[in-house]
């Protein structure tokens, strides 16, 4: 069965330092993506950051780095130099070659300034 | 820019009433999605359609239906509302399957409360 966990109910960091978020996954699939999304107190789901199975580089956006351990079935997301509207929940989520995406519980991130 | 647009951000309704969530999306996009989102349960997929007129069943459809009429939008039903459908719910659209990295654009939420 395909799942994704993510094992950090609630993380703090202080301001400007970097943060990594925890995602392990299961699939017997070849093929599939990882995406990041946060989620703001408002709501809405933001997408941050993309990571490819046959991709050979860790994806990058910005302040946003996937540290891609395929063997270890690890995305874990790095976000350097913290700011306060980094506060958020994020969550890791799996697309398995059916399309649909399955999701972690997710992670609560407060940054103290 | 990408929209998705739920046409309520709260609703309070009664249990045994029909209740009816949209959803619009401005992208053309073929596939659309409903998740409900529970704390510690991260979100849970209820029905997609990837073409109108066309829907499947995700990880938890009972006691739910959905309705696409037209490309551009996606209905959630519950047709007798209970108490346990109090909940986040998430709507989302994206491109065709395997078309890389495009992810799902969701829309803002609409926080249901079933009394």
């Known amino acids: 069965a395909q799942k994704i966990t993510q094992t950090q109910p609630g993380m703090f960091v202080q301001e400007k330092e970097a943060v990594t978020l925890d995602c392990t996954y299961d699939t017997s699939d070849p093929s599939y993506g990882l995406f990041w999304y946060k989620q703001p107190s408002s709501g809405e789901m933001i997408f941050l950051i993309y990571q490819g199975s046959y991709d050979q580089q860790n994806a990058t956006e910005g302040r946003y780095s996937l540290n891609f351990q395929k063997a270890r079935k690890s995305a874990n997301l790095v976000i350097s130099a913290s700011q306060l509207g980094d506060s958020a929940m994020y969550f890791c989520a799996m697309r398995s070659n059916t399309g649909k995406l399955i999701f972690g519980q997710g992670t609560t991130l407060q940054v103290k300034p | 820019d990408v929209k998705v647009t739920q046409s309520s951000r709260y609703l309070v309704k009664r249990t045994g009433e029909k209740v009816f969530l949209e959803c619009v999306q401005d992208m053309d996009h073929e596939n659309m999605f409903w998740y409900r989102q529970d704390p510690g349960l991260g979100l849970r997929l209820i029905y997609f359609s990837y073409d109108v007129k066309m829907k499947e069943k995700g990880d938890i459809p009972e006691g739910y239906s959905v309705s696409r009429e037209k490309k551009e939008r996606f209905s959630l039903i519950l047709e007798s509302a209970s108490t346990n459908q109090t909940s986040m719910y998430l709507c989302?659209?994206?491109?065709?399957w395997g078309r890389g990295g495009q992810p799902q654009h969701f829309g803002d939420g609409t926080r249901l409360s079933i009394l």
């Open positions: 989302a659209s994206s491109t065709p």
